[in-house]
């Protein structure tokens, strides 16, 4: 059985998603961020979009940069509360291929002792 190669370099393309009903594109500093991570991290961000908390407008995002061709990676922001407003995850779900049950409870605690 051959090995899994841990030393290789991968690079990627991306879509960002910020979901929100405050932000612009100029105070989305949450958007400009992660973008920013991205690149320096040597990936590519295609496309960036900024739309409302609502499941319509977020579904329509996601299928366009499903179409997009060469992206790889679709990651969203904003919206993935508990409150009535937050729609991103109930819609996101719906596109899903995979989960990773517990994932996102991992990273809040990994964050939790930088």
Excluded: C
Aim: aromatic share 4%.
């Amino acid at each position: 059985m051959k090995d899994h190669p841990r030393d290789q370099e991968t690079r990627t393309v991306f879509a960002l998603l910020v979901t929100s009903d405050t932000r612009t594109a100029e105070t989305d500093e949450t958007g400009r961020t992660a973008g920013r991570l991205i690149e320096d991290a040597g990936h590519k961000v295609k496309l960036y979009g900024l739309v409302p908390n609502d499941a319509a407008e977020i579904e329509a995002w996601i299928r366009d940069a499903l179409e997009a061709g060469e992206v790889r990676v679709i990651l969203t922001s904003g919206g993935t509360g508990i409150g009535s407003k937050d729609k991103t995850v109930d819609t996101v779900s719906g596109f899903l291929e995979k989960t990773l049950p517990g994932f996102g409870e991992h990273m809040r605690l990994s964050l939790i002792h930088i």
